[in-house]
């Protein structure tokens, strides 16, 4: 990944930080399996894709309030984007009830946004593709923000 977060262990919660850009997670010990830990990884360092000084996102670059459409945008690319690596990484069958719970979860938070499923997928393979250093088409800038 290029210019990567900074990882920090300690604690009981996963998080990012968009304004200090780094990701925090629990120890891989506190974690029901080793997927379990890599799927919240993932998760967290595809909201850190969104910082300006990558990909660039909304739903990061704007301070947004829990619940609030952006939020749950931003969560769901990020549980999406999530899955997209679990795959690459060979661990989806391991993970995949829980992202699709998740995910799901989100979507009721947005019922009313008929395109979102759309976007949200297209920003959570450009945000995978970021972590993977994955070149676009030609023609086509993998460094540009995604509204």
């Not at 604690?11 to 080793?34: H, I, Q, R, W």
């Not at 069958?93 to 699709?100: L, V």
Request: hydrophobic content about 35%.
């Amino acid at each position: 990944m290029p210019l990567p977060p900074d990882i920090r262990h300690g604690g009981n919660k996963a998080c990012y930080s968009p304004m200090l850009d780094y990701v925090k997670l629990p120890t891989p010990e506190a974690f029901e399996s080793s997927e379990d830990y890599y799927s919240t990884t993932f998760h967290e360092m595809i909201h850190s894709t969104g910082h300006a000084s990558r990909v660039g996102r909304k739903g990061i670059l704007e301070p947004s309030y829990f619940g609030s459409h952006e939020y749950s945008k931003e969560e769901l690319v990020a549980e999406m984007g999530a899955a997209f690596l679990c795959g690459y990484a060979g661990i989806e069958q391991r993970t995949i009830g829980n992202s699709a719970a998740y995910i799901a979860g989100w979507l009721k938070a947005l019922k009313n946004d008929k395109t979102l499923l759309i976007h949200a997928a297209a920003q959570a393979q450009h945000a995978s593709d970021y972590i993977l250093n994955r070149k676009r088409g030609e023609g086509e800038q993998i460094d540009e923000p995604i509204a």
